[in-house]
């Protein structure tokens, strides 16, 4: 016997100068983030770097690289890339009426 399963795709453009739109304000109920890994979750999903995000926290690189290290491993992600992904997945933005 053969089946046909249904195939489908789901193709999601986000402007990259909309940073607005990645929201990862649920990650801390999701992934156990504390609140300032969240921060830290946003700021990378946001496409900040690990000098950036020490520059708006006021913290070392050292603890930045650390705080962002945590944050993939308890998302399971592995790169800055698959975090926005992954943020894109949880949260699909969508145009709102003015």
């Known amino acids: 016997m053969h089946y046909e ?3 489908g795709a789901l193709v999601i453009v986000a402007d990259p100068d909309q940073k607005a739109i990645i929201d990862t304000s649920h990650f801390t109920e999701l ?3 504390t609140p300032s890994e969240q921060e ?7 496409g900040s770097k690990s ?3 020490a ?3 006021n913290t070392t690189i050292e603890t930045s ?3 962002i290290k945590s944050v993939l491993t308890k998302t399971q992600t592995f790169k800055q890339t698959e975090l926005v992904r992954l943020a894109l997945s949880v949260n699909i933005p969508v145009d709102q009426k003015d």
Do not use: E, K, M, T
């Open 5 to 7: 399963l249904p195939i």
């Open 65 to 67: 690289r650390g705080q």
């Open 31 to 33: 992934f156990g983030l």
């Open 55 to 57: 520059d708006i926290r």
């Open 40 to 46: 830290v979750c946003q700021l990378l999903a946001q």
């Open 51 to 53: 000098n950036d995000i």
